[in-house]
T-cell receptor, first 114, second 111 residues
Framework: EDKVVQSPLSLVVHEGDTVTLNCSYE??????LLWYKQEKKAPTFLFML????IEKKSGRLSSILDKKELFSILNITATQTGDSAVYLC??????????????FGKGTLLTVNP | DTEVTQTPKHLVMGMTNKKSLKCEQH?????MYWYKQKAKKPPELMFV???????INESVPSRFSPECPNSSLLNLHLHALQPEDSALYLC??????????FGSGTRLTVV
C-alpha cells in the first residue's frame, strides 16, 4: 500500500521563526512529490519536485527531495502569521497514459503566533 | 487560462435531491479528477478520467456518478446522498508528467 507520512502533525511557532516540515513516502510508481498550502479553501500549489538534491525556492519557502532516502522537506524562514495553514505533501503516482494519482499525507498544521 | 473552475462554490441539498457539480478547464489537460475532502483530513481520490474515459473509480458509492462530456468538462452527479457525504469536493486536472491544478472546490452540505 502506498504511504505518505508527514511530521510533525502540528506545530506552533512565533513570527520570525524558521520551520522545517517533513514528508517521507513509500510508494510504487513514483513520479514526483508536491507540496500544497491549504487554508480554508482548496489546496494551493507550492512546489513540485522530481529530481533529487535540487532545491526549489519561492520567497521564504524552499523544498528539496531525496529520492534515495525517500523524503522531502519544506522550509519556511522568517515565518509570518499569514503562513498559518495546513501544509500537505502529496506523491504523484504514474498510472500509465496521463492519469496520475495523487496520494496525500495527513498534513502539518502550522500556527504562527504574533 | 491556467485555472480549473468549479461551480457551484457552495451547495446545500436534501437527501432526496439530485444535483450536479461542474468542473471546467481549458489548459488542454487530458486527465481530470474528483477528490473528496472531509474536515481536517487530506483529499481522497474518487475518480480519474483520462482522455475522457473513466480510468479509476476508487470504490465510490453509486450515488456519485461522474461524467466527462468532453475534454474540458467534468461533472459529478449526486443523488440520494447522506449527511456523511458533506465535504469539500475538489476537481483537478493534469497534463502528462506534470503537477496537478486544483479548482477552488464545492463545499457540499447534505441535510
Amino acid at each position: 500500500e502506498d504511504k505518505v507520512v508527514q511530521s510533525p502533525l502540528s506545530l506552533v511557532v512565533h513570527e520570525g521563526d524558521t520551520v522545517t516540515l517533513n514528508c517521507s513516502y513509500e510508494v510504487t510508481n513514483f513520479r514526483s512529490l508536491l507540496w500544497y498550502k491549504q487554508e480554508k479553501k482548496a489546496p494551493t500549489f507550492l512546489f513540485m519536485l522530481t529530481s533529487s538534491g535540487i532545491e526549489k525556492k519561492s520567497g521564504r519557502l524552499s523544498s528539496i527531495l531525496d529520492k534515495k532516502e525517500l523524503f522531502s522537506i519544506l522550509n519556511i524562514t522568517a515565518t509570518q502569521t499569514g503562513d498559518s495553514a495546513v501544509y500537505l505533501c502529496a506523491v504523484l503516482l504514474g498510472g500509465g497514459g496521463s492519469n496520475y494519482k495523487l496520494t496525500f499525507g495527513k498534513g502539518t498544521l502550522l500556527t504562527v503566533n504574533p | 487560462d491556467t485555472e480549473v473552475t468549479q461551480t457551484p462554490k457552495h451547495l446545500v441539498m436534501g437527501m432526496t435531491n439530485k444535483k450536479s457539480l461542474k468542473c471546467e478547464q481549458h489548459m488542454g489537460h487530458r486527465a481530470m479528477y474528483w477528490y473528496k475532502q472531509k474536515a481536517k483530513k487530506p483529499p481522497e481520490l474518487m475518480f480519474v478520467y483520462s482522455y475522457e474515459k473513466l480510468s479509476i473509480n476508487e470504490s465510490v458509492p453509486s450515488r456519485f456518478s461522474p461524467e466527462c462530456p468532453n475534454s474540458s468538462l467534468l461533472n459529478l452527479h449526486l443523488h440520494a446522498l447522506q449527511p456523511e457525504d458533506s465535504a469539500l469536493y475538489l476537481c483537478a486536472s493534469s497534463p502528462d508528467r506534470a503537477g496537478y491544478t486544483f479548482g477552488s472546490g464545492t463545499r457540499l452540505t447534505v441535510v
